[in-house]
């Protein structure tokens, strides 16, 4: 980087200004946490708790991002300690898992039991996830899920985040976080059958 640039990247640092964070960001930020907890009330709570752990942070803020990129990241660190709380403990127990897999597999063969093989056309709606009364019924559907099945999948198909990322940020192994995408998906996919088509 050349020192004219560089000066320019110093000059454009942004600035913090608490006094308008409520006005500004409180409806983004809960939206953002709400669609990723299933949970209003704990998605309010962690938005008052990201106001306060910027405030206690504002000396660390470096000006490269903007205010509303650094409050996010923070309440992104916020969900992710969530994830790892409800899930502390619930690592996949290989017997029940087993269970689970022989309901949905024939254990000889591999091939889907008889009820649960997937519909030829599971949906013909082509911009169905814009539908409200899909979206009730995928969310009923993800909160049936355990929560650590809940966190890995909404950390890898909302959040968009690397796998290697969430193996390290929910302590798996990368075998580990692979089992409990596919069953997390092959139990939303059974559910949304039941319950939508």
């Known amino acids: 980087m050349h020192g004219s640039e560089r000066r320019v990247d110093i000059q454009e640092k942004k600035k913090l200004d608490p006094n308008n964070w409520v006005e500004n960001y409180s409806d983004y930020l809960y939206s953002y946490a709400a669609v990723r907890l299933y949970d209003d009330e704990l998605a309010k709570d962690l938005v008052q ?3 306060l752990a910027a405030l206690a942070a504002m000396k660390g ?3 490269l991002s903007s205010e509303k990129t650094w409050l996010t ?4 660190h916020k969900i992710a300690d ?3 709380s409800r899930s502390s403990g619930l690592r996949t127990n290989n017997r029940a898992a087993q269970g689970q897999e022989e309901e949905f597999f024939d254990p000889d063969n591999g091939h889907w039991n008889s009820g649960h093989n997937p519909a030829e056309y599971f949906c013909e709606q082509p911009d169905i996830i814009e539908d409200r009364e899909f979206q ?3 969310q009923a559907c993800m909160k049936k899920l355990p929560a650590l ?3 890995v999948f909404t950390m890898k198909h909302v959040d968009e985040e690397p796998s290697k990322s969430i193996c390290e940020v ?3 192994s990368p075998s580990n976080f692979w089992v409990i995408i596919h069953r997390a998906k092959v139990n939303l996919r059974s559910c949304l059958q039941k319950n939508w088509i």
Do not use: H, P, Q, S
Request: glycine share 10%.
């Open 82 to 84: 969530v994830y790892r």
């Open 61 to 63: 803020f470096n000006g």
């Open 136 to 138: 009730a019924i995928l």
């Open 149 to 151: 099945w809940l966190a």
């Open 49 to 51: 708790e990201t106001f």
């Open 73 to 76: 990241a923070i309440l992104k």
């Open 170 to 172: 929910m302590g798996l």
